[in-house]
């Protein structure tokens, strides 16, 4: 299993950025998806995950609003489109599977999930 992230970058804030997660090796509308970051010197955090096929979501709070999660599951590829970018949104960004629910039910759970990729690096700076 692979999921490989890709869309990252440096860009001003207030700008925009999409992220892309491609998934192989798995049956990847049976799971779902979440998007993790990690800046420096911090834990991983959930930013944002969707069901297998029901189209349930979460967002963190501080993402609400700003970032929109999707996936396309003919194609095995999650997106976050997030807008608006803050400096605070400087992380590396992983995707990964939950291998325990289908379905979102509130904030993921770090320990639900693997096949984590290897991240792609957002900076948010002028």
């Known amino acids: 299993v692979h999921f490989v992230e890709s869309g990252g970058g440096l860009v001003q804030p207030g700008g925009s950025l999409r992220l892309s997660c491609a998934a192989s090796?798995?049956?990847?509308?049976?799971?779902?998806i979440g998007w993790f970051r990690q800046a420096p010197g911090k834990e991983r955090e959930g930013v944002s995950c969707i069901g297998s096929t029901d189209g349930s979501t979460y967002y963190a709070d501080s993402v609400q609003g700003r970032f929109t999660i999707s996936r396309d599951n003919a194609r095995n590829l999650l997106y976050l489109q997030m807008n608006s970018l803050k400096p605070e949104d400087t992380a590396v960004y992983y995707c990964?599977?939950?291998?325990?629910?289908?379905?979102?039910?509130?904030?993921?759970?770090?320990?639900?999930?693997?096949?984590w990729g290897q991240g792609t690096q957002v900076t948010v700076s002028s």
């Open positions: 090796g798995i049956t990847f509308r049976a799971y779902a």
């Open positions: 990964a599977a939950n291998l325990m629910r289908t379905r979102v039910v509130g904030p993921p759970r770090i320990y639900e999930y693997d096949y």
